[in-house]
C-alpha cells in the first residue's frame, strides 16, 4: 500500500466535497452544520493554508494508492498542536498507520511535547484512544459545540 501526504490544494475539490458531505463523516464532525459545497471547499483549503503559511505546520491530504482517501494531520488549536484524522469511511482501517505517521512526525520531528485530540461527547467509544496513551484533559467549547480534549505526552 503506498501513502503519500499532499498537501490538501493538490486534491480535486469534488473529492473533499464527497469526503465532507458523506454521512459517516458528518456524524463526528459537529462543526459541520451546512452542506459543504464548492464555496465551502474553497474556504476549507485556504484556512488550512493558512496554518501552514503562519505556523509552519497544518494538516495534509492522505493519497493511498493514488485516491484521495482522506485529510488531518496536525493543526494549531489554542496554542496547542492537535491531531485530525477525518477519513472516507472505506480507509477507516489505515487510521492507525496514519495516525503513527503523524505522530512521529509531531514527537520526532517536531520534537512537540503533545499533541492533543478533540472529540464531541458524542463520541463515546473512546478506549482505542486511551489505549493509544492519551488521558482525558479538559473540556473546551469551539462556538456553542462541547469538545473533550485528550492529550499524548512526548515520551521521549
Known amino acids: 500500500m503506498e501513502i503519500k501526504f499532499k498537501q490538501l490544494w493538490e486534491i480535486d475539490p469534488s473529492d473533499i466535497i464527497t469526503l465532507m458531505n458523506h454521512p459517516l463523516v458528518r456524524r463526528q464532525m459537529p462543526l459541520?452544520?451546512?452542506?459543504f459545497d464548492e464555496n465551502a471547499?474553497?474556504?476549507f483549503i485556504a484556512s488550512k493554508m493558512?496554518?501552514?503559511n503562519?505556523?509552519?505546520?497544518g494538516p495534509w491530504a492522505f493519497v493511498v494508492n493514488?485516491?484521495?482517501a482522506g485529510w488531518g494531520g496536525l493543526q494549531p488549536e489554542g496554542g496547542e498542536a492537535d491531531l485530525a484524522l477525518v477519513l472516507h469511511p472505506d480507509y477507516w482501517g489505515i487510521g492507525?498507520?496514519?495516525y503513527q505517521k503523524i505522530?512521529?512526525?509531531a514527537f520526532i520531528e517536531m520534537g512537540l511535547d503533545s499533541v492533543t485530540v478533540l472529540f464531541p461527547p458524542s463520541r463515546t467509544r473512546v478506549q482505542g484512544l486511551l489505549r493509544l496513551g492519551f488521558k482525558e484533559d479538559d473540556d473546551l467549547y469551539i462556538g456553542d459545540q462541547r469538545f473533550i480534549r485528550?492529550?499524548?505526552?512526548?515520551?521521549m
Not at 503562519?54 to 505546520?57: A, F, L, N, Q, R
Open 96 to 98: 492507525k498507520t496514519l
Open 103 to 105: 505522530i512521529d512526525r
Open 50 to 52: 493558512k496554518l501552514w
Open 66 to 68: 493514488n485516491e484521495f
Open 41 to 43: 471547499c474553497d474556504t
Open 150 to 155: 485528550y492529550r499524548l505526552r512526548n515520551p
Open 54 to 57: 503562519d505556523h509552519g505546520y
Open 32 to 35: 459541520l452544520k451546512d452542506h
